[in-house]
């Protein structure tokens, strides 16, 4: 366990954390909504252009394994240093890419630096006291689904008028300044933890063998993150294209629709605590696999899209909260470590489903794409009927 030198979490570091987090984490979706737009200034090819995407959370999922346990053993206040420090240079990396290979290798890192809020997350519940500890998560996971959802509106509005490349030099300067507050407000943590790194990552294993629900939980995720980025991941492909024609503005508008995933954390948040989590997931996956039905049928008519979206947001916020609750409960002792892993395979879901959701929607188009999330959410909502865990 690790020892807080500071004194209790007051709001005001409670709202510092939260925005950080949301700042943090949009840095893993400015690109989707600019795909076609980098596309056409690097000469790109339509088939590589999920790689884009998909590095960064390919970068994400790796930071989450092999960073987050740092945590464990080290003062979180060095590690986010460290972390801040590589998300600027990383996020100058993409500003100045002059190529597709440095491109990809800078969002990667990208990915990597943003691991900041894996390790914001697990420092924010151990500040909390008992009586506030539900309120604290949920607060920041809200910070977390709202830098997810809005950072494809913040991204579309500055492309369409400064360049696709101003939102990463816009990134970079944000995301220096938050580097900055979190060393300042940020308490220091004494770990008391005596495992060596090798060690803790070897305890991560044994938790994914001896923990049937994490592997469950785990998963489950994956299946419905990825189907939630394939959408995300060609949307801007899709609208821009005729009969919508939409500008790069235009299209980062939709992340305003899809901010209806932090209502439905929010509700999935009430819920799990009066009818468990286990039926909240079940309604949620169902969510998200209707939604992929309505998308479809609104191939060519914006308002039902735009209602497929909702849902698809509804559905996947509304599971994570019920799904998170789950993971926590595997090993009290071992929360950090049981979060990565779950985060691990949800992220890896979520490169998965942004690399393959791209390549389908180029052979296959939006019918193509909307097949592939149902079926994606189809086996998530079979798996977790057929379980028979809490």
């Not at 056409?40 to 994400?60: C, D, N, R, T």
């Not at 604290?136 to 997810?148: D, Q, S, Y």
């Not at 060393?183 to 044994?206: D, E, G, I, R």
Request: net charge positive.
């Amino acid at each position: 366990m690790n020892t807080i030198e500071t004194k209790p979490l007051s709001n005001k570091l409670l709202f510092i954390m939260a925005t950080a987090i949301a700042a943090t984490a949009a840095n893993l979706y400015y690109n989707q909504p600019l795909i076609p737009s980098i596309g056409e200034s690097l000469g790109l090819s339509e088939s590589v252009l999920g790689f884009i995407p998909s590095a960064s959370q390919i970068g994400y999922a790796m930071a989450i394994f092999f960073i987050s346990p740092l945590g464990d053993v080290m003062n979180r206040k060095t590690v986010i240093r460290n972390l801040s420090i590589t998300l600027v240079i990383a996020l100058l990396g993409v500003y100045f890419a002059p190529n597709f290979g440095i491109l990809v290798a800078a969002t990667f890192v990208v990915g990597l630096g943003a691991n900041i809020t894996q390790q914001l997350l697990p420092l924010g519940s151990s500040l909390a006291t008992p009586e506030n500890k539900g309120k604290v998560v949920a607060t920041l996971m809200t910070g977390l689904t709202t830098g997810i959802l809005l950072s494809r509106t913040l991204s579309g509005f500055i492309a369409e008028h400064f360049g696709w490349r101003s939102v990463f030099l816009t990134a970079a300067v944000v995301a220096a300044i938050i580097g900055v507050v979190l060393h300042v407000y940020l308490p220091s943590n004494k770990p008391t933890a005596k495992l060596k790194y090798n060690q803790l990552l070897a305890s991560m294993f044994t938790l994914v063998k001896t923990k049937p629900l994490l592997r469950e939980a785990a998963f489950v995720g994956a299946l419905w993150f990825a189907a939630f980025n394939a959408m995300w991941a060609t949307i801007a492909i899709h609208v821009m294209e005729e009969p919508f024609s939409l500008s790069v503005q235009q299209v980062g508008l939709l992340g305003f629709v899809g901010a209806a995933g932090i209502f439905g954390a929010k509700i999935a948040g009430k819920w799990v605590d009066k009818i468990g989590a286990r039926k909240v997931m079940t309604v949620s996956i169902s969510l998200v696999l209707a939604s992929f039905v309505v998308l479809a049928l609104g191939q060519n008519n914006m308002v039902v899209l735009c209602i497929g979206i909702v849902l698809l947001d509804l559905g996947v916020f509304g599971s994570q909260i019920p799904n998170q609750v789950r993971v926590f409960s595997v090993d009290v002792n071992a929360q950090s470590r049981a979060n990565a892993i779950y985060m691990l395979f949800y992220y890896i879901g979520a490169s998965a489903g942004s690399a393959l959701g791209v390549s389908v929607i180029s052979k296959f188009g939006w019918t193509g794409l909307t097949i592939f999330g149902f079926a994606l959410a189809a086996i998530a909502l079979l798996f977790h009927i057929s379980r028979k865990s809490k």
